[in-house]
């Protein structure tokens, strides 16, 4: 096998020269991406993390012959750094018994990265090589998300202070400027810094928002569209809730998807327009329940609706029919959703409006 991925430098750590010397040959053979060094303890081990840079452990024994300690030492040194319980049954000798399946679900449940079984009449080679390389490669893609999420927070950051601060100093003085004098010019002005307070706004909340969500919580949802309804300029427009259900997400976030739809139906519907919000139910003999996964919510409203040929640009960033729109509105809602691991849609209200359909959701009462 010929690859340019970057290289995996493995530590094989076995108390017999031979099998280890064998595994360590094998593994090389079967993925010229492995380079493997030997280490005989669990102290060469450590002398070895310590001096050098590996992106794997392999632990060529079984848990109950001490695997476990030389486990607990590696992850005191790197608590990320992958490690493979490797069980060869031409060393062991009996094949992997009952007592071996119990050790493997232990060194699994404590933490182990993966335990790989070398059976000589399959190609366990191959195995215990993939099965390292799927370690690493994982390990790489955490620790790449984790600098990418690193470096979104500084730019959040930047963004924050350095645009937000002079921008909020502009508006000021526009405001003082306006109470001075009346100026054609003043006004147009202002609305720009206006628009690009918000477009800030929009920007940092959709960096943020896209992240998937890792608690969440029981949630009134009739609680969370009304609190959302007061942070939403509604001029005349009417809210109804058709729901007293519950549903499990981020508080935070459903709140922020809920000012979204809800702004979005009063900003486009006018402003005595009326605005629905309920459950959606699953329906088992509906393929369009089946494909869009079945239980949820809608956001409804009575305006213009929106014309099937756009439903889905809506959701792209920067779409927008609103003269004083950012674009960002429906993208976030979208975002928030597909971080939860929903699904948004649009489609025709019974009014002749926009209907928002949120589906996938964990509905709980």
Known sequence: ?????????????????????????????????????????????????????????????????????????????????????????????????????????????????????RDPATDGDAVLAHRVATAVESARAIREAERRRDRLERFVEVVSHDLRNPLSVAQGRLELARAERDDEHLEPAADAVDRSLALIGDLLTLAREGETIAEIEPIALADAVEASWTSVETADATLVVETDGEIRGHPGRVRQLLENLLGNGVHHGGDDVTVRVGTVEPMYTSTRAESHGGAGFYVADDGPGIPKADRERVFETGYTTAEDGTGFGLNIAKEIAEAHGWEIRVEESREGGARFEVTGVDVVG
């Not at 360590?24 to 001096?51: F, G, H, M, Q, Y």
């Not at 992958?82 to 007592?99: H, M, Q």
């Open 1 to 117: 096998m010929v690859t340019t991925d970057p290289p995996i430098s493995t530590l094989l750590v076995g108390p017999e020269p031979d099998a280890a010397e064998r595994a360590a040959a094998a593994l090389e053979r079967e993925d010229d991406r492995l380079t493997v060094d030997l280490a005989a303890d669990s102290d060469e081990t450590l002398d070895r993390l310590v001096a050098g840079s590996y992106d794997c452990v392999v632990a060529a024994a079984r848990p109950s012959d001490g695997t476990m300690s030389l486990h607990d030492r590696v992850r005191a040194h790197d608590p990320d750094l992958p490690f493979v319980v490797y069980v060869d049954d031409e060393v062991g000798g009996d094949g992997l018994g009952s007592d071996d399946a119990v050790s493997a679900r232990e060194a699994l449940s404590a933490g182990v990265t993966d335990y790989v079984r």
